[in-house]
């Protein structure tokens, strides 16, 4: 089947390649540890020019065979490859936004082969207090497609969670929450990381157990001081080494759902959850303790954003139904 | 004047030691870098013997000529020289609690030059999700000394900031934020250290809007939230390099006096801060914010209280008043 499309899903630390035939099916998919902050550094010739460019090298290595092949595929891009750390950067729109605002604001990027990255920007929102993101908005359009509820929560769990609300197709309002890096960094970088150990398997009980110190009166106090109830629990002999992890986890994704919670219209909306399966699962669990109904697991999120921009930007054709 | 007792504080970066004459005033003080992290390595002779353990070392050199001249001085010991990575480890003793309780639950190590070291247990509790201090007690009893009010809640900010309810001179109840190793994770490990610089000076502007954020609409949705706005701001270019540090500073001290608030009896009791200049200014600034009154400082908490707790325990007499 003839190709249409090449997209790109391009972040921080990984490239997903997607060849996309009529309709936006995914007719091969690649990935890559190309992100841009793990390009190649080993130059080589492109199109007869000797390129040292980590964008240029990553681009090539992605699909060049592919666009050897059908040298006029378009090519789409979303993620932190439009950010100034990226390979061009690409402003942000103004929220709120939806497929057609985005999909006419690509910017293009002429790579040294000869084709034309059009590359989606990301969204900023001003009102309150700033916020941003880069690659999400697509993923949200990605999950549109197949939905048929008005107004939908979308959540993309990570290092950056975000949460996305949108009514009748548009991007009307969103939040980051930092749970995924601060994880991270508190297991590898605080004190509460010294009495920690990882276990074999998913500590459910104590995972849960966090979730509820949220719930609680000692939860309204927030995360700064819940956190220390890792060590605490720890030295009372009431939590064990492995399953200090999970309660931590447990505590910051409950934190994180009280502070949606706390924007009052997100109980009564459908919510869907784009992600890889282990965190989304957490994430389910959590939702579950908290009182959320209606969560649904969305796939393909990225490529089918993708295709939708692609359509709107007029790159490709969509599907006409019969 | 004679000395009564030698008097230490001893925590995870830092030793500090007293010479404590009639009524506990200080006739001599001393601070060293022997916190139980960083304790001499080089070993040499005490009392005859040849000493490699860097507790004895470091006891040696905070008061080893203090003790040459008044061998049977009593010595009394607060802090983490109490913890399991202490010099001997001392059992928390169970809130609510007070001078008395805790002055007769010393315990007792004895130094190689002969000398008894009495170390002051922490306090556990355990009413809802656990939490543990050691050193704080005492320098809250210190404090305590020299107040009139029955109800008191006593801030110690720091890498993990202590907030401690105390009535008529009891303990009742306290919480811990880890607001300043936080900060420090976040700013050495995290993304938003990547976009900050240090500036010359307070940035008051910038800590003030940190703090409002806390109370604004966003607020409520928590520090997970609120903390990607440092890097959001910067993104909008709202907030500069220099500025991102005292912002962030500001949000995390505003989430902490949010959470200290959500205990419904905070803002009617009177306000002690206890700990170095710089980090109270920016703790009263942030309460001012806030709308709590009455804030006071306290001077050499940790002496007065390691005073008030050897009396207590009948190490040394109190001065009788004519």
Same mark, same amino acid.
């Given at each position: 089947m003839?190709?249409?499309?090449?997209?790109l899903?391009?972040?921080t630390?990984?490239?997903?390649?997607?060849?996309?035939?009529?309709?936006?099916?995914v007719?091969?998919?690649?990935s890559?540890a190309?992100?841009?902050?793990?390009?190649?550094?080993?130059?080589?010739?492109?199109?007869?020019?000797h390129?040292?460019?980590?964008f240029e090298l990553?681009?090539?290595?992605?699909?060049?065979?592919?666009?050897?092949t059908?040298p006029?595929?378009p090519?789409?891009?979303?993620?932190?490859?439009?950010?100034a750390?990226g390979?061009?950067e690409t402003?942000?729109?103004?929220?709120?936004?939806d497929v057609t605002t985005?999909?006419?604001?690509?910017?293009?990027v002429?790579s040294?082969?000869g084709?034309?990255?059009?590359?989606v920007?990301?969204v900023m929102q001003?009102d309150?207090v700033?916020n941003?993101m880069r690659?999400?908005?697509?993923?949200?359009?990605?999950?549109?497609?197949?939905?048929?509820a008005?107004d939908?929560?979308i959540?993309?769990?990570g290092?950056h969670s975000?949460?996305?609300e949108?009514?009748?197709?548009?991007i009307?309002?969103?939040?980051t929450?930092?749970?995924?890096?601060?994880?991270?960094?508190?297991?590898?970088h605080?004190i &509460?990381g /010294?009495t920690?150990?990882?276990?074999?398997?998913f +500590?459910a #009980?104590a995972?849960?157990r966090?979730? !509820?110190?949220t719930?609680?009166a000692?939860g309204?106090m927030?995360l700064?001081?819940t956190?220390?109830?890792t060590r605490?629990?720890?030295l009372?002999g009431?939590?064990s080494p492995?399953e200090q992890?999970?309660?931590?986890?447990?505590?910051?994704i409950?934190?994180?759902?009280?502070?949606l919670?706390?924007?009052?219209?997100?109980?009564h909306?459908?919510?869907v959850?784009?992600?890889?399966?282990a965190?989304?699962?957490?994430y389910q669990r959590?939702l579950?303790?908290?009182?959320?109904?209606?969560?649904t &697991?969305? /796939?393909e999120?990225a490529?089918?954003?993708?295709? +939708?921009? #692609?359509v709107a930007?007029?790159?490709v !054709?969509?599907l006409l139904?019969?």
């Amino acid at each position: 089947m003839q190709a249409q499309l090449i997209a790109l899903d391009w972040g921080t630390t990984s490239l997903r390649a997607y060849k996309l035939g009529p309709g936006g099916q995914v007719l091969e998919r690649r990935s890559l540890a190309s992100g841009i902050m793990h390009l190649p550094t080993e130059a080589r010739m492109i199109n007869g020019v000797h390129c040292s460019n980590g964008f240029e090298l990553a681009f090539d290595a992605a699909c060049g065979d592919w666009l050897d092949t059908q040298p006029h595929l378009p090519v789409i891009a979303c993620g932190m490859v439009g950010s100034a750390q990226g390979w061009s950067e690409t402003a942000y729109r103004d929220s709120p936004a939806d497929v057609t605002t985005l999909g006419q604001a690509l910017h293009v990027v002429r790579s040294l082969r000869g084709s034309d990255v059009h590359i989606v920007p990301g969204v900023m929102q001003r009102d309150g207090v700033a916020n941003v993101m880069r690659g999400e908005e697509t993923q949200v359009l990605g999950v549109l497609q197949s939905l048929t509820a008005d107004d939908v929560l979308i959540g993309l769990p990570g290092s950056h969670s975000k949460w996305v609300e949108v009514s009748r197709g548009c991007i009307t309002h969103f939040d980051t929450f930092m749970t995924g890096e601060l994880f991270a960094v508190l297991r590898d970088h605080s004190i &509460l990381g /010294r009495t920690q150990k990882t276990a074999d398997t998913f +500590q459910a #009980a104590a995972f849960d157990r966090g979730v !509820q110190v949220t719930l609680s009166a000692d939860g309204k106090m927030g995360l700064l001081s819940t956190l220390f109830s890792t060590r605490a629990l720890g030295l009372a002999g009431e939590l064990s080494p492995e399953e200090q992890p999970d309660y931590l986890s447990g505590l910051l994704i409950g934190h994180e759902l009280s502070g949606l919670r706390a924007r009052n219209n997100t109980q009564h909306r459908d919510i869907v959850l784009v992600g890889n399966n282990a965190l989304c699962s957490r994430y389910q669990r959590a939702l579950q303790s908290c009182g959320f109904p209606h969560v649904t &697991l969305a /796939r393909e999120a990225a490529e089918r954003g993708l295709w +939708q921009l #692609a359509v709107a930007a007029g790159l490709v !054709q969509p599907l006409l139904e019969a």
